[in-house]
Structure formats: structure tokens, C-alpha cells
T-cell receptor
Framework: EDQVTQSPEALRLQEGESSSLNCSYT??????LFWYRQDPGKGPEFLFT???AGEEKEKERLKATLTKKESFLHITAPKPEDSATYLC???????????FGTGTKLQVIP | DSGVTQTPKHLITATGQRVTLRCSPR?????VYWYQQSLDQGLQFLIQ???????AKGNILERFSAQQFPDLHSELNLSSLELGDSALYFC?????????????FGSGTRLTVV
């Protein structure tokens, strides 16, 4: 069964203090690894899809990378508006189901 | 506004009752997914429909059922409700089935069973 483990569960950063969130996964043949952002009381918002080891994608202060066993979401010089829960998810080859991790709750302090 | 519309936003009901949650996918999307999110378990996949047909099932209880109608909107029916069914229920949509496409999520229905 596909598994996604995210760490840390919570992260508190000062504004401008860069850091990384980790997503470890187990899947039998990766079709795609996804990163979402979720604000309180709202649905997840799609950020990136990564398809193969070595791939990287960037969006503003966020950069996602992928290896064969884990993915990192790097946050450079974060701002308070980056505060949210970041969810990682995987989809296996040949399956429709997308399995989500429980997320990392990021708080950026001004 | 993500383009995925879920109604109602909030629902409070008693144990043993039945409720229906409604989802209208983003315009042009054919695939609809239902997820349950509780505090301790994160997002749990329930069921997926593509162009009116059921395509994948997750850990959906027998008391729960869903369907997708010809106009592509979907309904999730929850019956014989228990306290443990209290959660946020999200609908998401995508143009195709999987293929690594990100989903567009609605803002959810918060169900409280008392």
C-alpha cells in the first residue's frame, strides 16, 4: 500500500529564515508526486507535480525536488503569507487513487 | 474561487440521520473525487467518478455512497451517521483521470454529527 510520511509535523520560522519540508514516500511505481498548500478552513490548492527523480519545480519562494524515496519543499526567505499546511501526495502507476500525507503546518512569524 | 462548488458549507445533524453533499466540478473537468479530512487522519480518499462512471474506490464505508450525474455534478450520500463521521468532506475535480494532473479542490462541507 502506498505510504506518505511528512516531517516535521509543524515548523515555526522567522520571516526570511529559509528551511525545507520533507516528504518520504513508498509507492510501487511512481506516476506523480504532488505538493499542495492548504489554508485553514479551505480546500488544498495545487502547487506542483513531480514525475521522476532529479526533477525540480519552482514557484515564487517555493522549490520542490524529488529523489527515488523522498521529496523536499524548500522555502526561501518565507513571508507571513506563506503560513499554511503543506501537503504531499503520491499516485502510483496504473492507479487513480492519490494518497496524501498528513501535512506540515508552517507558521512564519513577522 | 477554485471553480469547484460544494454545498452546503456546514451541516449539523443527529446520529442515525442521512445527508447528501453536493459537488459541481470545475467547468470542463470530467473526473470528480471525494475525500474525507479529519484532524487525526488527514485526507482520506473515498471514491472517484469519471464522466458518470465509478473508477476507483478507497476506504469508503458501506453506509456511504456516491454518484455522478449526466451534467457531471456529483453527490455523496452519508447514511446512519455516527459521531465519528464528523469531518470535512472535500470534492475535487480534474480534466482527466490521474496522469499526474493536480486536482482542483472545493472549499469543503463541514459535517458535524451530534
Amino acid at each position: 500500500e502506498d505510504q506518505v510520511t511528512q516531517s516535521p509535523e509543524a515548523l515555526r520560522l522567522q520571516e526570511g529564515e529559509s528551511s525545507s519540508l520533507n516528504c518520504s514516500y513508498t509507492v510501487s511505481g511512481l506516476r506523480g508526486l504532488f505538493w499542495y498548500r492548504q489554508d485553514p478552513g479551505k480546500g488544498p490548492e495545487f502547487l506542483f507535480t513531480l514525475y521522476s527523480a532529479g526533477e525540480e519545480k519552482e514557484k515564487e519562494r517555493l522549490k520542490a525536488t524529488l529523489t527515488k524515496k523522498e521529496s523536499f519543499l524548500h522555502i526561501t526567505a518565507p513571508k507571513p503569507e506563506d503560513s499554511a499546511t503543506y501537503l504531499c501526495a503520491v499516485q502510483a502507476q496504473g492507479y487513480q487513487k492519490v494518497t496524501f500525507g498528513t501535512g506540515t503546518k508552517l507558521q512564519v512569524i513577522p | 474561487d477554485s471553480g469547484v462548488t460544494q454545498t452546503p458549507k456546514h451541516l449539523i445533524t443527529a446520529t442515525g440521520q442521512r445527508v447528501t453533499l453536493r459537488c459541481s466540478p470545475r467547468s470542463g473537468d470530467l473526473s470528480v473525487y471525494w475525500y474525507q479530512q479529519s484532524l487525526d487522519q488527514g485526507l482520506q480518499f473515498l471514491i472517484q467518478y469519471y464522466n458518470g462512471e465509478e473508477r476507483a474506490k478507497g476506504n469508503i464505508l458501506e453506509r456511504f455512497s456516491a454518484q455522478q450525474f449526466p451534467d457531471l455534478h456529483s453527490e455523496l450520500n452519508l447514511s446512519s451517521l455516527e459521531l465519528g463521521d464528523s469531518a470535512l468532506y472535500f470534492c475535487a475535480s480534474s480534466l482527466r483521470q490521474g496522469d499526474g494532473y493536480g486536482y482542483t479542490f472545493g472549499s469543503g462541507t463541514r459535517l458535524t454529527v451530534v
